[in-house]
């Protein structure tokens, strides 16, 4: 049995980006009943594996922005992999 989560972290990006706003990554992990995982990655402790990873997303001010959007996607990913692993 695993568990799904989604889980945010600061992006890095290179060059002038940094100069326009700042940058998360958004992800939907399967681990280990009850762990924790400290980081986004295959080799944290607790986590079997990344399901779905945004990759850097630029975080807005509105619904409409890069983070919103991809928070939704992971969300609705969330839901879908908790209805399969329920039956």
């Not at 958004?26 to 990655?41: F, H, N, R, T, Y």
């Amino acid at each position: 049995m695993s568990e799904f989560i989604v889980m945010t972290s600061s992006a890095k990006v290179a060059g002038k980006a940094r100069q326009f706003g700042r940058y998360r990554h958004v992800a939907v992990l399967e681990i280990e009943p009850g762990a924790q995982p400290a980081m986004i990655s295959e080799r944290a402790r607790g986590v079997r594996r990344i399901v779905w990873d945004s990759g850097a997303v630029s975080v807005g001010k509105t619904a409409k922005s890069a983070y919103a959007r991809a928070q939704a996607e992971a969300a609705a990913l969330l839901a879908k992999l908790q209805a399969e692993a329920a039956q």
